[in-house]
């Protein structure tokens, strides 16, 4: 029997990139051709369209002191490097790091501070991040304070000697308020301190943080970069070669790695991710009009309509609103019958998904938020969210109107 | 129920509704609602997925614990694990421990404000000398990697049950086939999954159990916070890979015993490291505490330069990081699973510049030994260093 040894050997230049890298000084490529190619054709032995699942946990070595390139798949894997890639080009990016979720992204990056340190934090934030913060990470000594960052003048008075960073979501989860990021980031490198955005509710299509002066995007790419419902998934990138440095060690260490069908998924979703950001958009801003004209419903929280208190840095920092839509009922006894005669859209927990999602945060994705902060900042008992998926704009609203309409009824008595 | 059809029946994978043999792949993340009052047994896949949470129980019924848990690999598994302690907390750390949580505990952990002690533990003493006032953990591997060192397990938990200490076991080179540290005392059980349990180099995982539901509870709310979960294709991987668990390491470990024996009489080998050699000194612990010694062992060539020669000759075992697979591998500790370790830390655990680890794989114990006999014969004699053990184990072990 023999091995042929010198197949990785001969070919050290297996995943060099040819075409989208030797092109990018040549000829500009907008987003929606850098999703498209990503991993179009890398596999130069066979060419194929589609970048192949690697499943290898283990690489050959050519020789000792000797590597292809992959040695350990959770040190890197070749459909994870393709998926990195294009996430960090999306970005404007210096480098990408594929995780096995939002959170584990999130815990990822916190491995950057160390106890004593400080951050200064959205106050609106998603409650898994805030779970995290005050249950898992203030046990080894990081500080956190939550601010409403609409105002950079909160951001300066939160700034203490020990603070090291600043994490910004904007949108913000669920009440959609408005952050503007290249001011948050002047604030923050006058101060020192690394800017860290959240960008799940925009993705790079709408929302491009690294090119604002932030050093550090994060996405829950379960979300729209997914698009699908059906994979779990983080990704960071970071900026400048040190930050980048600092990534990979503690991606590599920690372990909290994407496995490699998953990368695999995620890619393929990002692929139509312009197509399905525009219907997203345009479906949900049809939905946020009709929404404010329902007599059910008191509050509509959607940064493109222009009453919106953001809708002017929203313009100016980002190119689109996308699919998120929050709103108020006139009473909390509406959301039982409201989400129960929902035909189309599921209530479930998520997002940015291509199925329209209902969520009720008080309860589901916000339950780990003390009631007192969640009522003062504003995610009542009344509140809901929507995540507005690429249905027919005339079916999601007909089916969003007769579920209002009918829990008028249901609580009619307490409403009125 | 054997353990054998344990790996097989222990856990209902017959999916109800169409009576699938395998666990369907559920590649969902997010799950509807039914009603608002009564949310359903799965919500968002993070917090739990049918398919994860098959093997999740499957680990849990072969290691004899209440539960388990999935997580993206087996540093991801240790890394969350360590969450249970916090800011000030000390930790007992056997000192041979894998180069990867090594790095972990020190150039992570550390900035977190816990501490830890490296200690032989095979030495009782030891670990009790290096207990303090915040000490709230022992952390152990056995056999250790890569030169199987054997820690009593029982003796640990005793110890530490007198003071109150937590006992977190790595049992990636045994799985539960081979060892199962809850039933001897342990609290925390450890999985690299992609070792023997995944068990065919395609599937990053990593896997924990506890031995109580209380601190299943603890880590329940580390693996949902901190998200370093297993995805539902990998999940099903694993489960896949641990039905033939029994049958893969029964072939490995008898080829692994074969091979040992027969280098610890090579000339060109210096020193031979593996339990299932009488000479060994954990041989009589093993016995005791394991029923079986596993598929990986470790030789010492001498040198580096001699190293390379035989990664050069050897045609059948991959040259490779990992270990535990249905192929023999062959791996480098200083330079591969403990680069990550200091030059004098290495040293000081024995792994040399000439120490080579194997994995036992599937294939033909004869091949392998014909495949290993060529590379080791181009060698020559390795130098006689003044090591009489060695010396003694080999007239002990003239190949029968």
Redesign the interface.
């Known amino acids: 029997?023999?091995?042929n040894k010198a197949f990785f050997s001969e070919k050290r230049g297996l995943f060099s990139l040819p075409s989208a890298n030797s092109l990018e000084g040549e000829i500009h490529m907008h987003l929606e051709t850098k999703l498209v190619q990503a991993g179009v054709a890398k596999d130069e032995r066979t060419g194929a369209v589609s970048f192949p699942v690697y499943?290898?946990?283990?690489?050959?070595?050519p020789?000792?002191?000797q590597s292809t390139g992959y040695?350990?798949?959770?040190t890197a894997n070749p459909t994870r490097t393709v998926l990195e890639q294009a996430i960090a080009e999306a970005e404007g990016g210096d480098a990408g790091f594929a995780?096995?979720?939002?959170?584990?992204a999130?815990?990822t990056v916190m491995?950057l501070?160390?106890?004593g340190d400080h951050l200064v934090v959205s106050l609106d934030l998603y409650g898994?991040t805030y779970?995290?913060f005050e249950?898992?990470l203030s046990?080894?000594?990081l500080r956190f304070s939550y601010v409403d960052l609409r105002d950079v003048k909160n951001l300066e008075e939160a700034i203490r000697p020990e603070t090291r960073a600043v994490f910004v979501e904007t949108p913000t989860n669920p009440l959609m308020q408005i952050t503007d990021i290249a001011a948050v980031a002047e604030v923050a490198k006058r101060n020192g301190l690394l800017t860290i955005v959240d960008n799940t509710f925009m993705t790079p299509y709408c929302q491009r943080p690294l090119g604002l002066g932030a050093d550090l995007v994060l996405h829950s790419a379960?979300k729209y970069l997914?698009g699908h419902?059906?994979?779990?998934a983080?990704l960071i990138v970071t900026k400048g070669e040190e930050l980048s440095e600092k990534i990979r060690?503690?991606h590599?260490?920690?372990?909290?790695?994407?496995?490699p069908?998953?990368c695999w998924?995620l890619l393929r979703g990002m692929k139509t991710l312009a197509l399905r950001m525009e219907r997203h958009q345009a479906n949900a801003y049809a939905i946020a009009q009709k929404l404010r004209e329902h007599p059910a419903v008191t509050d509509v929280f959607y940064p493109g309509l222009a009453e919106h208190p953001g809708y002017e840095v929203q313009r100016r920092q980002a190119s689109g609103f996308s699919g998120m839509v929050s709103f108020r009922l006139r009473s909390a006894d509406q959301?039982?019958p409201f989400?129960?005669r929902l035909r189309i859209v599921?209530?479930?927990?998520?997002l940015g998904?291509v199925e329209s999602?209902c969520t009720?945060p008080a309860?589901?994705t916000h339950a780990d938020i003390p009631q007192e902060i969640r009522e003062y900042v504003g995610v009542c008992d009344r509140l809901l969210r929507l995540s507005v998926g690429i249905e027919h704009p005339d079916d999601l609203i007909a089916d969003v109107c007769q579920a209002l309409d009918a829990s008028l009824a249901v609580a009619g008595g307490s409403v009125r | 129920m054997n353990f054998a059809t344990k790996l097989l029946h222990g856990t209902s994978c017959i999916d109800p509704v169409t009576g699938a043999a395998s666990v369907p792949i559920y590649?969902?993340?997010?799950?509807?609602?039914?009603?608002?009052?009564r949310?359903g047994v799965y919500?968002?896949?993070?917090s739990g997925?049918p398919t994860r949470h098959a093997l999740e129980e499957a680990i849990a019924v072969l290691e004899g614990g209440e539960r388990g848990f999935a997580?993206?690999?087996?540093?991801?598994a240790?890394?969350s694990v360590f969450?249970l302690f916090?800011?000030g907390d000390h930790v007992v750390v056997a000192e041979d421990v894998y180069g990867?949580t090594y790095?972990?505990l020190t150039?992570?952990l550390s900035?977190?404000?816990?501490t830890v002690s490296f200690v032989d533990t095979t030495s009782l003493e030891q670990v009790e000398a290096a207990i303090r006032p915040e000490t709230k953990g022992i952390y152990l591997e056995t056999p250790s990697n890569p030169t199987l060192k054997v820690t009593d397990i029982a003796a640990v938990c005793a110890l530490a049950k007198q003071r109150g200490l937590l006992v977190i076991v790595d049992n990636t080179f045994m799985t539960p086939y081979y060892q199962r540290p809850l039933e001897l005392g342990a609290d925390v059980v450890i999985h690299s999954a992609?070792k023997f349990i995944?068990g065919h180099?395609?599937?990053?995982a990593?896997l924990a159990v506890t031995r109580e539901a209380a601190l299943g509870e603890q880590l329940y709310?580390?693996q949902n916070?901190?998200?370093?979960?297993?995805?539902v294709?990998?999940s099903w991987?694993v489960l896949r890979g641990l039905k033939s668990l029994k049958a893969r390491l029964d072939v490995s470990t008898q080829t692994a015993e074969k091979l040992a024996r027969w280098l610890s009489t090579h000339p060109a080998v210096s020193r031979v490291y593996y339990t299932g050699l009488p000479e060994h000194d954990g041989h009589d612990l093993q016995n005791r505490q394991a029923s079986g010694h596993g598929a990986v062992l470790s030789f010492d060539v001498g040198s580096?330069e001699r190293?390379?020669a035989l990664?050069?000759r050897v045609?059948?075992p991959?040259?490779?990081?990992?270990l535990g697979?249905v192929e023999t591998?062959l791996s480098?500790p200083a330079?591969?699973s403990h680069a990550a370790m200091p030059p004098a830390e290495r040293a000081r655990r024995g792994i040399t510049d000439g120490l080579i680890r194997l994995s036992a794989g599937l294939e033909d114990a004869g091949d392998l030994l014909q495949d290993l006999a060529q590379a080791l014969d181009a060698l020559g004699p390795v130098e006689q260093v003044a090591d009489r053990d060695a010396a003694d184990d080999k007239q002990a072990f003239s190949w029968a």
């Open positions: 029997m023999s091995v499943y290898a946990t283990a690489y050959r070595h020789a000792l002191g040695d350990y798949t959770r995780c096995a979720s939002g959170m584990a999130v815990h491995g501070f160390s106890q898994g779970r995290l249950q898992v046990r080894y000594g379960t997914g419902n059906d994979v779990l983080g060690f503690l590599n260490s920690i372990g909290a790695v994407l496995g069908q998953d998924l959301v039982a989400l129960e599921s209530f479930a927990e998520s998904g999602l009720y309860t589901q | 590649q969902a993340s997010t799950f509807h609602q039914a009603d608002l009052d949310p919500d968002y896949a993070r997925n997580f993206a690999s087996g540093m991801a240790i890394s969450m916090s800011a990867g790095r972990f150039k992570v900035r977190m404000g816990i992609t995944g180099s395609d599937v990053v990593g709310m580390i916070g901190m998200g370093a979960i297993l995805g294709q990998d991987l580096r190293a390379k990664f050069d045609r059948l991959i040259v490779a990081v990992s697979a591998i480098y330079m591969m």
